[in-house]
């Protein structure tokens, strides 16, 4: 088949991505929903550098499966020609990578909100077939008792590796997903190249507890924190939290954002930094694509120079009273 190309209409890009998808779907189980592909966990190879490609990228405004359908094309177009020039093992998209995040999407999940293997899994299974990546998206998933804030991730074979849904729901400022959504439960953490990876979304990096679980239960290196950061008044804690999570756990953190007037800014954190190494800041507003490489050398030695994760104790307790002070 050939590659998407600078020169292809959006209605052509979709064509392709159906057809191959008509040619590689799985047959219907007699309840008549396809079975997903999915990855059986193997031993890993581990290797010393993995390379991201973050996508801070445009979301217009749609009320229709269409109109997100439409989007999907057009983004697959844009990470297919940043990943002609230049392999990286994995490809990460913000939260609700496939739709607007406004209440007037919201208003319409019936039309927008998809399964898991839905329009968004087949547009982002063969971006990874073709390109040999990972791709972590976004999306509003359709669930049994309702609607879930999710994000899933493909591997370079096309198949589903896992999927997480947002655990903490926001409804202060210019949010209002406690209104539409329903909060997920479990945890999910992948491997690209040995590096154990785990995504949460938006509002969930104002809980301490759960990065340091990523890190300290379940060995994570990297978070791929996503969100939808509008420029309300809680905007500008963000950066804040992000440095924070990163430092305080010594990993590793992608905390990336949508473009537009009202959003961006995302930004990269290091397991540490200081006047010599900050964060890598993303433009404040337009669309910007960036490759991060990042070095498992330099995770060892953060976590070796500065030893706070060791020096933890186990319980930090009031003395009994009437006890020593």
Not at 105 to 130: N, Q, T
Request: charged share 25%; proline share 6%; with cysteine.
């Amino acid at each position: 088949m050939r590659r998407f190309g600078t020169d292809w209409s959006l209605i052509c890009i979709w064509c392709s991505i159906r057809q191959h998808i008509e040619a590689v779907r799985p047959e219907p189980t007699k309840d008549g929903v396809s079975d997903i592909p999915t990855e059986t966990p193997r031993p890993v190879a581990e290797d010393d550098e993995l390379t991201l490609l973050a996508c801070q990228i445009d979301i217009p405004h749609m009320t229709t499966a269409a109109e997100r359908d439409r989007h999907l094309a057009m983004v697959a177009r844009k990470v297919a020609t940043q990943l002609e020039d230049t392999p990286v093992d994995i490809v990460v998209l913000p939260e609700l990578s496939s739709i607007e995040y406004s209440r007037r999407a919201f208003d319409c999940l019936d039309a927008l909100a998809e399964p898991l293997d839905g329009a968004s899994f087949d547009c982002w299974r063969v971006v990874a077939m073709r390109h040999k990546v990972f791709v972590s998206y976004s999306f509003a998933r359709r669930a049994q008792d309702g609607f879930r804030i999710s994000i899933g991730v493909v591997n370079p074979q096309g198949m589903l590796v896992g999927y997480f849904d947002k655990l903490h729901l926001a409804q202060y400022g210019a949010s209002m997903e406690k209104e539409y959504f329903k909060r997920g439960d479990d945890l999910f953490a992948f491997d690209v190249k040995g590096f154990r990876l785990a995504p949460f979304i938006c509002y969930d990096i104002r809980f301490p507890e759960l990065a340091r679980a990523l890190v300290l239960d379940h060995g994570v290196d990297v978070i791929l924190h996503c969100g939808a950061y509008f420029r309300d008044p809680s905007f500008h804690t963000w950066h804040a939290f992000a440095i924070t999570r990163a430092v305080e756990n010594q990993v590793f953190l992608l905390s990336l954002n949508r473009a537009g007037p009202d959003f961006g800014g995302s930004l990269f954190c290091y397991p540490w930094m200081d006047e010599t190494l900050g964060p890598l800041h993303f433009d404040d507003h337009r669309e910007d694509f960036r490759r991060i490489t990042i070095n498992r050398n330099s995770l060892t030695a953060a976590r070796t120079d500065y030893t706070f994760l060791h020096d933890r104790r186990s319980t930090y307790t009031l003395p009994a009273e009437g006890g020593p002070k």
